[in-house]
């Protein structure tokens, strides 16, 4: 499409979109989007951004347009639905078009965004909340009536050009139109589902080929595991003479020349100048076994991968003539999308802390590492609770939760507690520990210093004997 063309197009488009709102975004192929418009009606604007079709359209009512679910919708599709068309204005210095959207948030607040429909050389659509300088004098004077003229390449996909002047080209089908949209409805409803099926249809060959020359890759090594099978005993035949004849070998020699067991055939075997005699023999042996296991196996695998590109040869012949239903099968065969990982639970997060209840019902959580008593005591653990620790011995943080009750813990839960202290730390097999209590809030933590460690203040001291409750 030329400049004056898609300048002439665009007027004649631009008065019936101004004021739509985009209530949906329609994919119904590669390089094509479609957006539904709500003005007094249905309405389809649409863009095909290829360079064998390269145009602007706008359809009344359904139009036939159907989305299809495996192609994928460009990244901005979702911030074009609500969306209101403000303007439609054609590119300044190209042919395409800028379609300024206007969208207001719940709040209240609008944000103003400009598609570019480029439909020159490199065909494309970009989405920018970046104001765009469109060409705003007044399109060109009318000229001939439009015309579609469209031919087909060397490997059988249409082309099309849209013009309004007259040119000497070659061409297999010339139409006249009144309008320049009613041409590019026509390209877009007759010619372009014959375009998409020919991409469609090389994107299942381009993956058939491929898997095909990957098969037929791994056919080659599968047969080269079966020759070397046939090897396996002159592998052995090797490993037992060099045993026998392992008098005449030195060490660090890479090749030595034998006679055979008729005591005339000779013939040179390569060794590895690392390896004595006997592990150069151990070293044939091994690749007499390898060979065997994989002589065993590889026939059936080799059926399999014959059997396989049987059935990917098959596909590639049937892809010429498929209709759009056969690429339809052809493409949920070959290009499936790609299934998402299974959604593995969260590991379970691990238990940081011990848990014990004492008389009168008390909760004691006592930490596992340096960091749980840090987290324990400097996080977890209120102002009002007990904080117990054994006294200059490595040990555990314990904390005794009193969980904004008003009532105190007896002397009992206390003694308690502190055995449990006594416990978890390193004195846990001593008779008698001293164990060091207060309210957290007269704990605290050094600065800089290392996880566990705390600075206590109005501390108080039991004797206990360690032990955990009983229940």
Not at 177 to 195: G, I, K, V, Y
Request: net charge positive; hydrophobic share 35%; aromatic share 4%.
């Amino acid at each position: 499409m030329d400049l004056p063309t898609a300048r002439r197009l665009i007027a004649e488009i631009a008065p019936r979109v101004a004021g739509a709102k985009v209530t949906d975004v329609i994919v119904p192929g590669a390089d094509c989007i479609v957006l539904e418009l709500a003005a007094g009606g249905r309405l389809l604007l649409g863009a095909v951004t290829t360079k064998a079709l390269p145009i602007l359209f706008l359809l009344d009512g359904p139009g036939g347009v159907q989305d299809r679910s495996k192609a994928e919708p460009p990244p901005f599709a979702s911030q074009l639905r609500g969306s209101t068309i403000e303007s439609l204005t054609p590119l300044e210095d190209r042919p395409g078009a800028v379609a300024h959207l206007q969208w207001t948030s719940q709040v209240g607040r609008t944000i103003d965004r400009w598609l570019r429909i480029d439909l020159g050389r490199s065909p494309s659509l970009a989405l920018s909340e970046t104001p765009r300088d469109p060409d705003t004098s007044e399109p060109p004077p009318a000229a001939p009536a439009p015309t579609v003229v469209s031919w087909h390449d060397e490997h059988g996909r249409v082309h099309a050009r849209l013009s309004s002047e007259n040119r000497d080209e070659p061409a297999e089908s010339t139409r006249g139109f009144d309008t320049l949209n009613a041409a590019a409805c026509f390209m877009f409803t007759e010619l372009w589902p014959e375009l998409d099926l020919a991409h469609r249809r090389e994107a299942v060959e381009r993956v058939i080929e491929r898997r095909l020359k990957r098969t037929r890759r791994a056919m080659g090594k599968v047969q080269a595991e079966i020759d070397d099978s046939e090897d396996s005993e002159r592998y052995r035949h090797m490993g037992q003479l060099l045993l026998m004849r392992q008098a005449e070998i030195r060490r660090g020699e890479s090749s030595v020349t034998l006679t055979d067991y008729d005591g005339s055939t000779r013939f040179t075997v390569d060794l590895d100048p690392k390896l004595g005699p006997q592990e150069n023999a151990e070293s044939f042996f091994r690749r007499a076994r390898k060979a065997e296991r994989r002589g065993n196996r590889a026939p059936a695998r080799l059926g399999e991968l014959e059997e396989k590109a049987a059935a990917l040869s098959d596909a590639a012949s049937s892809l010429a003539g498929a209709s759009a239903d056969g690429i339809a099968a052809l493409e949920q065969r070959f290009l499936r999308p790609a299934q998402k990982a299974p959604d593995r639970k969260a590991p379970k997060e691990r238990v940081r802390f011990r848990t014990y209840t004492v008389s009168g019902g008390w909760e004691v959580l006592v930490g596992k590492s340096n960091h749980d008593n840090d987290l324990l005591t400097h996080k977890m653990a209120r102002p009002g609770d007990l904080w117990f620790h054994a006294r200059q011995v490595a040990g555990s943080h314990v904390v005794l939760r009193k969980s904004g009750k008003k009532a105190e813990p007896d002397r009992q839960a206390i003694l308690e507690t502190a055995a449990i202290a006594a416990f978890h730390s390193k004195a846990g097999k001593s008779s008698k520990v001293s164990v060091c209590y207060t309210e957290k809030r007269h704990v605290r933590k050094a600065r800089g210093g290392k996880p566990g460690e705390a600075i206590v203040a109005r501390e108080k001291v039991v004797m206990v004997r360690p032990k955990l409750p009983e229940s």
